[in-house]
């Protein structure tokens, strides 16, 4: 189900390029749809992973989840 809402944000990207601008957005610099870095590696924290987890929702209408980010918060872990 996630992964459906996910890929049916084409006319936004890819799902791997939403992922990537909500975590530009929220971390406040550029983070490539080719990161390999979490989430985590690039700064963030546990109040901006709550405003990540919100951006991704407004953007594919799937809650992500904190649990998720921490499984594997890389740009390819979130967009699967």
Do not use: C, N
């Not at 957005?25 to 550029?30: A, D, R």
């Not at 989430?39 to 998720?68: C, H, N, P, Y």
């Amino acid at each position: 189900e996630e992964q459906e809402a996910l890929a049916s944000v084409s006319s936004l990207g890819t799902s791997k390029d939403v992922v990537a601008r909500a975590m530009a957005q929220v971390l406040g610099k550029q983070v490539p749809a080719t990161s390999d870095k979490t989430f985590w590696e690039l700064g963030g924290t546990s109040l901006m992973a709550m405003t990540l987890d919100g951006a991704l929702q407004a953007a594919t209408g799937v809650r992500i989840g904190i649990a998720k980010m921490m499984q594997d918060g890389s740009v390819a872990g979130l967009a699967k």
